[in-house]
């Protein structure tokens, strides 16, 4: 079965700096996705950004950015010139064909001002 | 194009009796995922609906049952409610069931007294 551990159960951050949020994951399937999911105080989980297993390129949206290491299964997610509106509970998540969305336990980002 | 909406948004029960959760997903969508969210064990799968078939199911009692329109709209029902089944509880949608980024709404807050 597919697991993903998120060792960081809490992270903060200084409004305009750099944070790094890590993720790995195990699995035996060669073909899958990858997610950060940001889940505000009001709940509503958003998709911050995706990555497909297959593509060897980082994956990069704005001030998000991922480090894909397939080999290594990692999957950390950047946030560059961190916002207020950053805080929030982070999840990591594995999608494969075979099996449905498996989150990892979340971290919890403060962004200090 | 409007969002996944879940209703209702908060719910009180008591122990003993039932419950019916609704969900609307994307227009277009055809897949619809149920989750459990609780502090303790996290984000946890509990089903997955794809026109109108159970294509999954989480690891839970079969006092949690669900089902799926013909319009891709999709409730699930929790029967004799137990104080540990208070939870937040969000749906997601997707296109189709594999491989695809799912699109969650704002979640129903089911207390259990």
């Known amino acids: 079965a597919q697991t993903v551990t998120q060792s960081q159960p809490e992270m903060s951050v200084q409004e305009a700096e750099t944070v790094t949020l890590s993720c790995t994951y195990d699995t035996s399937e060669s073909d899958y996705y990858l997610f950060w999911y940001k889940q505000p105080p009001s709940r509503q989980m958003i998709l911050v950004i995706r990555?497909?297993?297959?593509?060897?390129q980082n994956a990069t949206e704005n001030r998000f950015s991922v480090n894909f290491q397939k080999a290594a299964k990692s999957f950390s997610l950047k946030i560059s010139d961190s916002q207020l509106g950053d805080a929030a509970m982070y999840f990591c998540a594995f999608l494969s064909g075979n099996t449905p969305l498996v989150f990892g336990k979340g971290t919890r980002l403060s962004v200090i001002a | 194009k409007a969002g996944v909406t879940q209703t209702p948004r908060y719910l009180i029960k008591t122990r003993g009796q039932q419950v019916t959760l609704s969900c609307s997903p994307i227009s277009g969508h055809r897949s619809v995922s149920w989750y459990q969210q609780t502090p303790g064990q996290g984000l946890q799968f509990l089903f997955e609906y794809f026109s109108e078939t159970q294509r999954n199911k989480g690891n839970f009692p079969g006092r949690f049952s669900g089902r799926q329109f013909s319009n891709s709209r999709s409730e699930m029902n929790v029967s004799t409610l137990e104080l540990g089944d208070s939870a937040l509880y969000l749906c997601a949608s997707s296109w189709r069931a594999a491989y695809n980024e799912q699109f969650f709404g704002p979640g129903t807050r089911l207390t259990v007294l």
């Open positions: 990555q497909e297993a297959y593509k060897q």
